[in-house]
């Protein structure tokens, strides 16, 4: 099983590009698609779903181009997109029977399973009521069980935990590690918590540029000795922000205590901290978005 995104680009005005060749190999595991709002991170799920078409390049799945047979991927493939829309007056079971019924599946034969992803996604208990009255989390979770209804072998999720509360977190990343044996699962999100417990490989998505795909552990490495620990008076805060790249911040009798990636030293004085996926991922993009901002060229 592999998935190859191969120079893939997309194009939407003249000028206007919400990727730039990005190429990516992955087989079965968890990746997490990291990147800020913007970045081209639902631009390249889309694609991989087979609902939009890149400008230039291909995505090749067990060999086969989508573009030229999409179906071939469409049948082993499992989508919740961001904006994810349900009928109100549908209880579960009935939207996971029309949502059945949308991929060609047999819904009568389904049902045992149905029943099953319901519990896993715990919305057991509401089987009966309308999803118009479920709150946006529970909405999610409905969304996420209809991506898993034909078992697929590709699952591609667009920042699934929205509107989650922690403890729905909890439960769906102990989902996702169930999930993703035989399967790859590509979980897009901006929240770097989402994916540092669960995800094999990280890909890093930042202005339609793949800056960085590697494992957590080579990401982490990357940041090895370059986070510091420095107290700050409370009115230094907005000159630190506009110096330092910080990623936590907290307030003490003394001061702010900062939480600072940098290649050296904020201070004198300053401590240096064991690093965290979060630091690494600030490191990339402060170290790297700035290589990346010179007009893209027109000949594509």
């Given amino acids: 099983m592999l998935l190859e995104i191969k120079q893939v680009s997309k194009q939407y005005i003249r000028d206007a590009w919400a990727l730039h060749e990005i190429c990516l190999q992955l087989k079965p595991g968890i990746v997490g698609l990291l990147g800020p709002n913007g970045a081209g991170k639902s631009t390249l799920m889309r694609i991989l779903a ?13 060999g086969t181009d989508i573009r030229k047979k999409p179906d071939a991927l469409r049948r082993c493939l499992g989508y919740l997109p961001q904006d994810f829309g349900v009928y109100p007056h549908l209880n579960p079971l009935e939207f996971l029977q029309y949502a059945a019924a949308l991929k060609g599946l047999h819904s009568k034969k389904l049902r045992p399973q149905m029943m099953e992803l319901l519990e896993l996604v715990n919305l057991h208990d509401v089987i009966k009521r309308p999803i118009g009255s479920f709150s946006g989390g529970m909405r999610q979770r409905i969304g996420i069980a209809q991506a898993l209804l034909n078992d697929p072998r590709l699952l591609i999720l667009d920042e699934p935990t929205v509107g989650l509360d922690p403890e729905e977190r909890v439960r769906f990343r102990n989902l996702l590690t169930d999930l993703s044996g035989e399967r790859i699962i590509i979980l897009s999100t901006h929240i770097v918590s989402d994916v540092e417990a669960t995800a094999d490989q990280l890909a890093l998505l930042a202005n339609g540029r793949l800056l960085n795909h590697s494992t957590p552990a080579e990401l982490l490495h990357t940041v090895q000795g370059k986070v510091w620990s420095v107290v700050i008076a409370d009115h230094e805060l907005q000159e630190a922000r506009r110096n330092w790249t910080i990623s936590s911040t907290v307030r003490r009798m003394d001061g702010l205590q900062l939480r600072v990636v940098s290649d ?16 690494a991922y600030l490191y990339i993009l402060s170290a790297r978005e700035e ?7 027109h000949h594509l």
């Fill in 291 to 297: 290589a990346f901002i010179e007009p893209y060229p």
């Fill in 264 to 279: 050296h030293p904020p201070l004198p004085g300053s401590t240096q901290v064991h690093p965290s996926l979060e630091d």
């Fill in 50 to 62: 087979t609902i939009a078409q890149p400008t230039s390049g291909a995505v090749i799945w067990d």
